[in-house]
């Protein structure tokens, strides 16, 4: 027994049928009624007071801690940071005035010979007395 040709809707299906094809606009929209039939459908969750308590507790404490935090590095930065820096910049514009002073005042050349151990000093120095 010989099989029929295939047709050609069944060796060519549907553009309609095709999974890459958007539907039609009309099928798209879902009216207003339809959407508030999900919202209903939709399980209710009730929270009772306990659990605000609860949440509004759980907030104050992420916020107290949030604050402490906070205070710490305000310590942080006005206890140890802006000293240490402001000891360090202040002693290098002192250098460099004593340095730019010298040179006018009197024939002198200043110069450093090594930086980096100028420059390790002066933080050493800086940081000795905090």
Not at 67 to 92: A, D, H
């Amino acid at each position: 027994m010989a099989t029929p040709p295939p047709s050609s809707s069944d060796s060519n299906p549907s553009f309609s049928m095709s999974a890459y094809m958007m539907p039609s606009q009309q099928d798209s929209f879902a009216s207003d009624s339809d959407l508030e039939d999900d919202v209903a459908s939709l399980p209710s969750v009730s929270t009772s007071d306990s659990d605000m308590e609860t949440l509004s507790d759980d907030y104050s404490d992420a916020e107290a801690e949030w604050r402490e935090s906070i205070e710490q590095l305000e310590l942080m930065l006005t206890m140890v940071l802006v000293p240490f820096v402001g000891k360090y910049l202040g002693r290098r514009c002192a250098y460099w005035s004593w340095t730019r002073f010298m040179q006018w005042k009197y024939p002198v050349e200043v110069t450093i010979t090594n930086p980096g151990l100028f420059k390790g000093a002066g933080v050493i120095e800086a940081a000795a007395t905090l």
